[in-house]
Structures are given as structure tokens and as C-alpha cells.
């Protein structure tokens, strides 16, 4: 940038010899400019501070960018042929690498400029009493020192937007791997996986899979999902923060830290989700701990989604391996699941709502311990309408229900969550 001529200096004092005289007592005071700049900077922008190596590097920055502005000021050079000091460049870099906000990054300019400039016109103040004088050099070097911030920041910001996209991109990566490890089982460095996920293995853990509706407009599905699992953590009372990870457009897994606990009441972890603002789903795993159970509750959270994705319409908002860990074990194999069925339960096994009302009275019976009273109350009929639907299911079982009593109630389970995908077809 060059002197335009516009403000006159005053009489018998040339303003490049002013301003140049400024620069130069700026140039041996460097040190303790940077110092005070340091100071300023770390005190009053709370992410700057705590790393001495950060600390370090940006100290480096700031001398090389006042640096160059007084050598600017010395030589009258052209702020457009100046390039951004190297050691300020690395710092935006580590910035962006360590997530701090680049409004922190932009504001240390801001504040840096403040105090560069306090001291260029004391100085200035203390070279010259000739006010006229004074006012046109300060307005010189005011003129100077916001082009060469301006040209500087921007390149500043430009290289930490980059290397921050460059940086999720490989940390998301790197992640994905140590997940991908971790659930197929391979050897890993338990230290070096803590670090990279930012999540402690060396706990319970209660393993997730959330996806969303495809028929959901939202744009930003992953992050609401995200949220959610946020939230859900904290109502739970975990102490860290979970491990989300994305695997497509519409759903993601995720392991809750639960600290020492080994129980959690899925009935809260049910009613939570039915809370949630945006519609979602969840599988929910059973809580297990270090590394092998991390792969296991992920695992079981997988097979209870498998059962909420096969099974009947609408499904829960909320399924958790624990209700359906026996279904969720036939789900590999559907036909065969099919054809089990059907031999278990006969003509029970069609599905029509004559039928389901019949299934869902045994289950109801089996489940009350065979109280005729106490399965009534669950139905919310009378005791002879129980006594009379146990009646008709053991003629279309084709077989006494006390036949088998354990394949029974597994075959009414697979039936009452997986639904007409293991159903036999009405009879027409």
C-alpha cells in the first residue's frame, strides 16, 4: 500500500521520516512488544491458553507478523507484496487441528491490532509535538497496519478452514477404523484407541443404533440424531460423552458411557426416545464392558435392530435386545424362522386378527404364571373370555398348550415382534 499524499505533515518534518523513525524504535522494542501482545492475547481469549507448545507457536506468530508490520513502516514496502509469517500460517493450522473456533482466531487479530497500535502512537506521540505532524503520520500508520491485518487474516482463516476440513476428513477416517477394529474384534493399542475416539473403553458401555425415517425432510438428519443421543446420554446421567459415529445418510451407532454401571431400565431408555422432538428409532444393546463388551452391546444392539426392521408395523420407537434377544437370534434365517413357527403353533400361526387376539391371550396367560385372573387384568377382559380364548388356541393348535411350554412362548414372542413376516397367509 502506498502514501497517497492526501494528509499533508506539517512544516519542516517529512512524514515517511516520522513514520519511519516510529518503526524503527518499534524494531528494537520487538520483544517487548511480542510480550505484551502474548499476554493480552492468552488473558483475554480463554481457548488461546493452557498448551505450552500452542502458546509457544503463537508467540512465534505474533513476532513475525509485528515484524513485519514495523519493517513495512521502516521501508515504506508495499503491503500488497507481503506474505504471511510462516510460524502465524502453522499456528492457524493448529488451531484448526485442535477445534478451537476460528472467531478465536479472527478476534486475536483484532486484539493484536489494538495493541500494536497503542504502542506505535505512543511512540508516536513521544517523536513529535507537532500535532499536524502527528495526526498524519498516525493516520499513516492506522492506514498501514489495517491492509497489512486485513490481507494477513485472510489467509490466516483461509488455511484454517482448509486444513479443518482436511483434518475431520482424516480424524473421521481414522476413527471409523479403530470403531471398525474394535467391533470385528482385531487386536488394538487400548491407549491409542481411547485417544483417537476421545472415548474410554475401560468401562460399561450401553451400545446404540438410532436411524431416521427416510420419509424425514430434514436436511440435517445426522445431526438431530446426534443431538438426541447427546441428550439421551445426559438424561441417563452419564459423566463423559458418547461416541456417535455416522454410517449413512439416515443412521448411525453409538456406545453410551456408563461408567461402572451394569444396568440400565429400558423402559426410561423407551420413554426418553418417545420424548424426542424429532422422530427417530432406536436399538438399544445391554450394558457390557471393556473392550470385548463395547463389540458385544453393539452387537446385540444390531440384532435387536434387525427385529425392528423385519418385524411388525408400527414397530416401537424403541427396541431393546433384552425383550427380544431370542427373536433377534432367528432373524438370520427368516424361512426356517417361518417353517419353526408353524410347526410350534399350527393354525395359531395365521395371520388374521381372529388369530392374533388368540396369541396375544396365551402370551398374556403365560406370562401372568397361568392366573386366568391376572391375564384378564392384562387384556382388560373378563376371566371366561381368557378361559375361552385358551380354549379355542389349543384347538387350533392342534395340540395341548402345555406341549412343549418353552418353544411355545418363544414361537408367540418371534410372532408378536416380527409379525406377518413370520405369519402363515390366511387360508381362503
Not at 68 to 85: M, Q, S
Not at 118 to 132: F, M
Not at 159 to 166: F, K, Q
Request: charged share 25%; proline share 4%; net charge negative.
Amino acid at each position: 500500500m502506498r502514501w497517497n499524499g492526501d494528509i499533508r505533515p506539517g512544516p519542516g518534518i517529512m512524514l515517511e521520516d516520522l513514520v519511519a523513525s516510529v518503526g524503527a524504535v518499534l524494531n528494537v522494542r520487538l520483544a517487548d512488544i511480542t510480550g505484551d501482545l502474548l499476554l493480552r492475547l492468552s488473558t483475554e481469549i480463554e481457548q488461546l491458553a493452557g498448551d505450552d507448545r500452542l502458546v509457544q507457536l503463537m508467540s512465534a506468530g505474533i513476532e513475525g507478523n509485528v515484524e513485519t508490520i514495523v519493517h513495512i513502516l521502516r521501508h515504506g514496502i508495499d503491503v500488497e507484496r507481503t506474505e504471511a509469517p510462516p510460524a502465524a500460517v502453522e499456528y492457524a493450522r493448529r488451531l484448526a487441528q485442535r477445534g478451537v473456533p476460528v472467531d478465536a482466531l479472527v478476534r486475536c487479530y483484532r486484539l493484536g491490532q489494538d495493541s500494536f497500535l497503542r504502542w506505535c502512537l505512543e511512540e508516536l506521540s513521544r517523536q513529535s509535538d507537532d500535532a499536524e505532524a502527528v495526526s498524519s503520520a498516525a493516520l499513516r500508520i492506522v492506514a498501514v497496519t489495517s491492509a497489512y491485518i486485513d490481507r494477513v487474516s485472510q489467509t490466516v482463516v483461509a488455511v484454517y478452514e482448509h486444513e479443518r476440513d482436511l483434518w475431520l476428513l482424516s480424524r473421521g477416517a481414522s476413527r471409523s477404523a479403530r470403531i471398525r477394529d474394535l467391533i470385528e474384534g482385531k487386536a488394538v493399542d487400548v491407549a491409542s484407541a481411547e485417544g483417537t475416539l476421545g472415548y474410554r473403553l475401560r468401562q460399561h458401555h450401553l451400545g446404540l443404533v438410532v436411524w431416521a425415517e427416510r420419509d424425514d425432510p430434514a436436511e440435517d438428519r445426522l445431526a438431530a440424531l446426534e443431538r438426541s443421543v447427546l441428550a439421551l446420554a445426559e438424561s441417563l446421567g452419564c459423566a463423559a460423552r458418547p461416541l456417535f459415529a455416522p454410517c449413512d445418510e439416515l443412521s448411525a451407532w453409538a456406545w453410551l458411557p456408563m461408567g461402572p454401571r451394569r444396568t440400565v431400565d429400558s423402559a426410561v431408555i423407551s420413554t426418553l426416545v418417545g420424548g424426542w422432538e424429532r422422530p427417530a428409532r432406536v436399538a438399544v444393546g445391554e450394558p457390557h464392558s471393556g473392550v470385548a463388551g463395547f463389540r458385544r452391546t453393539h452387537r446385540q444392539a444390531v440384532q435387536a435392530q434387525a427385529v425392528a426392521l423385519a418385524g411388525r408395523a408400527p414397530a416401537p420407537s424403541c427396541i431393546a435386545f433384552g425383550e427380544v434377544g431370542p427373536v433377534a437370534l432367528m432373524c438370520s434365517d427368516m424361512d426356517a424362522t417361518r417353517e419353526w413357527v408353524e410347526e410350534a403353533l399350527g393354525a395359531l400361526a395365521i395371520d388374521d386378527d381372529a388369530h392374533a387376539r388368540l396369541r396375544e391371550t396365551l402370551r398374556a396367560f403365560l406370562a401372568s404364571e397361568g392366573s386366568y385372573v391376572a391375564a384378564a387384568e392384562r387384556l382388560g377382559v373378563h376371566r371366561n373370555t381368557v378361559v375361552y380364548r385358551l380354549r379355542r388356541a389349543a384347538e387350533e393348535r392342534g395340540r395341548p398348550l402345555r406341549d412343549d411350554r418353552l418353544g411355545l412362548e418363544t414361537a408367540l414372542a418371534v410372532c408378536h415382534w416380527l409379525g406377518a413376516a413370520v405369519l402363515v397367509p390366511p387360508r381362503r
